[in-house]
């Protein structure tokens, strides 16, 4: 069965400091990644997608950037935190096979990252 | 991207159903309908889609209008355990489209004892 690991579960960063988040999918190939962002009592927010190795679409400019170095690891980075980057951060997959799959294909979602910048 | 209306918040008592309102008048022909909920300090979870006819699962149940301008989730009994907040998406059913998957406010469903 396909799992989504997504760490660290919380973490607490000064403003100005760099940021790496990590997640990875088992048990599928070729998946579509997804970041997302729920700041404090809003909705959530797309900041990344990618259909595969290297092919990152960036939804929303800002500070934040997103790799995908392995077909099932998806990382956002950032260089330097501001405080409005604080939120909780969720990393999705789904599956990606021939186009009219993709619509029938739901997301699977971690458990997420809460974030606070200080 | 095609949008979706709901209403902010809603209430239900334990073991009654619950139905779930969603408009999207500007739906394209190619658009799937998707259902998310999300649980406090959880990711979302998907609940069910569909197209045109109407469709059934475990979780609930959703009712597509037939000019597929409005759709309603239906919880048949409702459970403590059902407060979330609902998200009403619509997928592009067209290469390319597809992929992106936008999140709108939702509607949080309290479910009183």
């Known amino acids: 069965s396909q799992t989504i690991h997504q760490w660290p579960a919380t973490l607490v960063q000064p403003v100005g400091s760099p940021l790496s988040l990590e997640c990875t999918v088992e048990?599928?190939?070729?998946?579509?990644l997804y970041w997302y962002r729920q700041a404090a009592g809003r909705g959530l927010q797309l900041l990344f997608y990618?259909?595969?190795?290297?092919?990152i679409s960036s939804e929303v400019p800002q500070n934040l950037s997103a790799s995908r170095p392995q077909d099932r690891q998806f990382i956002l980075s950032s260089k330097k935190l501001l405080l409005s980057d604080s939120g909780f951060y969720l990393c999705?997959?789904?599956?990606?096979?021939?186009?009219?799959?993709?619509?029938?294909?739901?997301?699977?979602f971690g458990n997420g990252t809460r974030l606070t910048v200080t | 991207d095609a949008k979706t209306t709901q209403p902010n918040s809603m209430e239900s008592n334990e073991e009654e159903p619950v139905h779930l309102p969603c408009n999207h008048s500007?739906?394209?022909?190619?658009?799937?309908i998707h259902w998310y909920r999300q649980l406090p300090s959880q990711g979302p979870e998907y609940v069910i889609h569909?197209?045109?006819s109407n469709v059934n699962n475990r979780m609930a149940s959703l009712a597509i209008a037939e000019d597929r301008k409005s759709s309603t989730l239906i919880l048949h009994r409702a459970t403590l355990r059902d407060a979330a907040v609902y998200y009403c998406?619509?997928?592009?059913?067209?290469?390319?489209?597809?992929?992106?998957?936008?999140f709108g406010k939702g509607t949080k469903l309290t479910v009183n004892p």
């Open positions: 048990g599928t190939s070729n998946p579509n």
């Open positions: 569909g197209l045109t």
């Open positions: 999705a997959w789904s599956v990606r096979g021939a186009h009219y799959e993709s619509h029938d294909s739901p997301l699977h």
């Open positions: 998406i619509l997928r592009a059913g067209t290469q390319g489209g597809s992929e992106k998957l936008v």
């Open positions: 990618s259909v595969g190795i290297g092919q």
């Open positions: 500007t739906i394209s022909g190619t658009d799937y």
